[in-house]
């Protein structure tokens, strides 16, 4: 099983509900000061789940679209944030869902999920819907993740665990690396229930 087969976020919302609470992650909140300093107004969030961190975007001003893999996620953000966000139901390596360009896309914790040739797929789609000028912001896992490791190797630098998650973890290199291409301009470390780096980069 993969990580971006909708069976196992199928399960893990079903079973766990709001299984990251209804407070906004820490970089969510970073990117949404970054993204009104630079006057962002319609961000694109892939890997929507059910809607937290979209919200604190909704509640400072921005539109915002998503896409969600789980359907079970799609109606709990229904629930909680009623129907005004656009939310697409599918797996982001099927992007792009729609013809619409983005000032702004946030995408957390969801890139070190994908598989080489998905990560860059990811990256390149993500790039080709931001507006020139525009910023796109991913959350990725950082080797000093104490999982970063453990598992069953599949390979450099890449773990399945947790019954059922494949897990790549970055490196300032490996960041470089993938989103060298894409307008990077900025890496920094932020610190959450796991160390992240938070990535930046803009559309020229």
Request: glycine content about 8%.
């Amino acid at each position: 099983m993969t990580n971006e087969e909708p069976e196992f976020w199928e399960k893990s919302f079903t079973e766990k509900q709001e299984m990251w609470g209804f407070e906004p992650a820490k970089s969510a909140v970073l990117t949404k000061d970054y993204f009104l300093q630079h006057g962002v107004k319609n961000v694109l969030v892939p890997g929507f789940g059910y809607g937290r961190n979209a919200q604190l975007l909704r509640e400072n001003g921005m539109k915002v679209t998503g896409i969600e893999i789980s359907q079970t996620a799609i109606d709990m953000a229904r629930k909680h944030y009623g129907n005004e966000m656009t939310i697409y139901h599918g797996s982001v390596t099927d992007m792009p869902f729609d013809n619409e360009m983005y000032d702004g896309i946030f995408c957390y914790a969801l890139i070190h999920l994908l598989d080489a040739a998905d990560r860059e797929k990811l990256i390149r789609d993500c790039y080709a819907q931001l507006n020139t000028g525009g910023y796109m912001v991913f959350t990725v896992i950082s080797k000093a993740a104490p999982t970063y490791g453990t598992g069953t190797y599949l390979s450099k630098d890449r773990y399945a665990m947790f019954g059922g998650v494949n897990m790549y973890f970055y490196d300032r290199e490996s960041i470089q690396a993938e989103f060298g291409n894409a307008g990077l301009f900025d890496v920094s470390e932020v610190t959450e229930n796991y160390p992240f780096y938070l990535v930046k980069c803009q559309k020229l």
